[in-house]
């Protein structure tokens, strides 16, 4: 009898995890969704179309900016990197080509990373975009990018 009670425990504990596991999965793909879905409506369009308040809506407010451009070392505030923004010609009233693809997207509960690549003027620049999950909505908290060829 004990022997069939431990048995129907150990089954019953496998099949639950399974299912917890089938449900993190569920809430990742969901979450990798919501975060390609954020960065095609506000960070690749905002960006394009040169208009901060468009990237407002995914960026947190203390999102710092690192890497290199051209070999040269990158570091900004969110202000300052949206002030450039707002001060440059937008790729969309330049009339070259802009384009924003999405190479891949991990999440673990409430944090993620997002790989993408943005072509635009003459820069090829390759990024890592650190989310985080604040109040229901993914935001990202920090950007590296370097310009490759």
Aim: aromatic share 12%; hydrophobic share 40%; charged share 20%.
């Amino acid at each position: 009898m004990k022997t069939f009670l431990l048995t129907a425990f150990l089954c019953f504990g496998l099949l639950t995890s399974k299912a917890q596991k089938n449900t993190t999965m569920e809430n990742s793909k969901a979450d990798s969704t919501a975060i390609a879905q954020a960065l095609e409506d506000y960070y690749f369009k905002g960006i394009y179309e040169g208009n901060v308040n468009t990237l407002g809506n995914i960026f947190n407010p203390g999102t710092l900016l690192f890497g290199d451009v051209k070999g040269q070392p990158y570091a900004k505030t969110l202000d300052q990197y949206l002030d450039g923004v707002a001060h440059r010609q937008s790729p969309k009233d330049s009339d070259k080509p802009f384009k924003g693809d999405i190479l891949s997207i991990n999440t673990v509960n409430s944090i993620g990373v997002a790989q993408v690549m943005v072509k635009m003027y003459e820069f090829n620049y390759h990024e890592f975009l650190s989310f985080h999950k604040i109040d229901g909505k993914w935001l990202i908290v920090n950007k590296m990018i370097t310009d490759v060829n």
